[in-house]
T-cell receptor
Framework: GESVGLHLPTLSVQEGDNSIINCAYS??????FIWYKQESGKGPQFIID?????DKRQGQRVTVLLNKTVKHLSLQIAATQPGDSAVYFC????????FGKGTTLSVSS | DTEVTQTPKHLVMGMTNKKSLKCEQH?????MYWYKQKAKKPPELMFV???????INESVPSRFSPECPNSSLLNLHLHALQPEDSALYLC???????????????FGEGSWLTVV
């Protein structure tokens, strides 16, 4: 079967630090991955995506890395800000997205 | 801001009531989704519509009945729900379900449902 999961349920960082959120997947057929941010009381917000033919993709303050050899992807947030505090989900799949369990990022000033 | 609009934002209903959740998108997307999310859990797929036709039903109980009147609208009709159905119901849309194109799914803010 297919599953997507995150290594740690919570991550606490200081403002200005870089954050790294990890995710592992089990299905080699997954060809597309998305990171979502979900703030309290809101729907998931698209952050960045990556296709399986890529190793790295950069956005504004965010970078996603994909390691297909070990079936692992990560989200790096540079200069983390209090507004980045939220639950982060990785999601992957082919024809249907499957969500991982989520990591709660807490940023303290 | 999301371009997927859901109404109502909050709904409280009794177990004998009939209510509906509504979703609208004007991005020209041809795939629309209903997800259910319980507290501190990831979203779980319920239904997928592709070109206004139901393409995936993830074994959802019949007390949940989806409807796609046109390519911009998606409804979820609720009847005889149970308290354990209380959750955040998320609507989402994407350009298509073709896996080559990718499946960037954009979510609405959700409808908070409480069944009493």
């Amino acid at each position: 079967g297919e599953s997507v999961g995150l290594h740690l349920p919570t991550l606490s960082v200081q403002e200005g630090d870089n954050s790294i959120i990890n995710c592992a997947y089990s299905n080699s057929a997954s060809d597309y991955f998305i990171w979502y941010k979900q703030e309290s009381g809101k729907g998931p917000q698209f952050i960045i995506d990556i296709r399986s033919n890529m190793d790295k993709r950069q956005g504004q303050r965010v970078t996603v890395l994909l390691n297909k050899t070990v079936k692992h992807l990560s989200l790096q947030i540079a200069a983390t800000q209090p507004g980045d505090s939220a639950v982060y989900f990785c999601a992957g799949g082919g024809t249907a997205l499957i969500f991982g369990k989520g990591t709660t990022l807490s940023v303290s000033s | 801001d999301t371009e997927v609009t859901q109404t109502p934002k909050h709904l409280v209903m009794g177990m004998t009531n009939k209510k509906s959740l509504k979703c609208e998108q004007h991005m020209g997307h041809r795939a629309m989704y209903w997800y259910k999310q319980k507290a501190k859990k990831p979203p779980e797929l319920m239904f997928v519509y592709s070109y206004e036709k139901l393409s995936i039903n993830e074994s959802v109980p019949s007390r949940f009945s989806p409807e796609c009147p046109n390519s911009s609208l998606l409804n979820l009709h609720l009847h005889a729900l149970q308290p354990e159905d209380s959750a955040l119901y998320l609507c989402a849309s994407s350009q298509a379900r073709d896996r080559v194109s990718g499946n960037t799914i954009y979510f609405g803010e959700g409808s908070w449902l409480t069944v009493v």
